[in-house]
């Protein structure tokens, strides 16, 4: 599997750019908490993983333009991986076709249901999220506006494939990697490599981030990684099979990470900082991973099957 060696270690080397950058230029862009706080409070606008907001914070604070290309990591290596191997016209057709709505070996009404299917899963995951975290670890900080189902579902949509980490990593995780895999293993299998993948890959961002200095190394190794990474195992798992479902389209995995992030805020509104304690990600990711059950209950023999090679 030289594809995927070489892409996970692009992954943390493009990550690599970010302090090269921040020493080329004197230092201090790299204190992305205290750039964050300091760009809400001059603009009133919440450091969530909304792109949109995103964007107009680093306007402000221009160090959190370092932030956006380090989540762009996962993408930039895919790209760099495709590019350098002799069949790259193949592999980019292949890799573009992910990003229509409908995949090439889909239908439109499958993919209509996979949409579907990743929307209700990853909602309930949010909101046992806030129901959980209501009643025992987590207080809900600010819960999301009130608003009637028509009103919130388009909202709740367009914050999910607007999300900073959806669009900018999945073209790396499940446009690349998670289809590579499966060559190889069951679309389970490939999920959890994938998904553990993708979560320690955010340790780099942990220690640059303060998670780290503000946990401690004891609660950070023994209760915030293993939250963190069942919910993103969790993730890959619902993304997998919404891409599967589609016939191959990115977007259901977009949806998934979007709707996972919840920049919208239905598990409960919260800053980044509060979002990367051990207590949130736990509630999440045992309601995440509850949703991920339900995927391989039902779907048993197309999540544990090998995929044929075309």
């Known amino acids: 599997m030289p594809k995927i060696y070489t892409f996970y270690f692009l992954c943390f080397a493009c990550l690599g750019l970010l302090p090269v950058i921040d020493w080329l230029a004197g230092g201090g862009l790299m204190d992305f908490d205290h750039l964050g706080a300091s760009a809400s409070a001059q603009t009133g606008i919440p450091w969530t993983s909304s792109l949109t907001d995103m964007l107009r914070l680093a306007v402000v604070e221009p160090g959190l ?13 895919a790209l760099i991986t ?45 909101v046992v999220t806030a129901m959980i975290g209501q009643r025992t670890l987590t207080p809900v900080l600010e819960a999301p506006a009130t608003l009637g189902f028509w009103a919130i579902l388009p909202a709740l949509l367009l914050s999910a494939l607007l999300d900073q980490g959806a669009l900018l990593e999945e073209g790396g995780w499940r446009g690349f990697a998670a289809p590579e895999l499966e060559l190889r293993f ?34 950070y190794v023994f209760a915030y990684l293993p ?33 996972a992030n919840d920049a919208f805020g239905l598990a409960g509104r919260v800053p980044v900082t509060e979002a ?24 048993r023999k197309r999540m544990f099957s090998r995929i044929k090679a075309k």
């Open 65 to 77: 333009w370092l932030l956006l290309l380090g989540s762009a990591a996962p993408l930039l290596a």
């Open 276 to 299: 990367l304690t051990p207590d949130h990600q736990l509630t999440q990711g045992v309601s995440m991973m509850l949703a991920a059950g339900l995927v391989l209950a039902l779907d």
């Open 82 to 126: 495709l590019l350098i191997w002799p069949d790259r016209a193949l592999a980019l057709r292949q890799w573009g076709r992910r990003l229509w709505p409908v995949g090439s070996a889909g239908s439109p009404r499958r993919a209509l249901l996979a949409y579907a299917g990743v929307i209700g899963l990853c909602f309930l995951g949010l």
């Open 186 to 219: 069951s679309p389970a299998l490939a999920a959890l490599i994938v998904g553990l993948a993708w979560g320690f890959w955010h340790l780099p961002r942990d220690l640059t981030t303060g998670v780290l200095e503000r946990l401690g190394a004891l609660e």
């Open 227 to 259: 939250s963190f990474l069942m919910g993103t195992v969790a993730v890959s798992i619902i993304a997998s099979w919404g891409m599967l479902r589609s016939g191959g389209s990115l977007w259901p995995a977009i949806l998934a990470h979007g709707l």
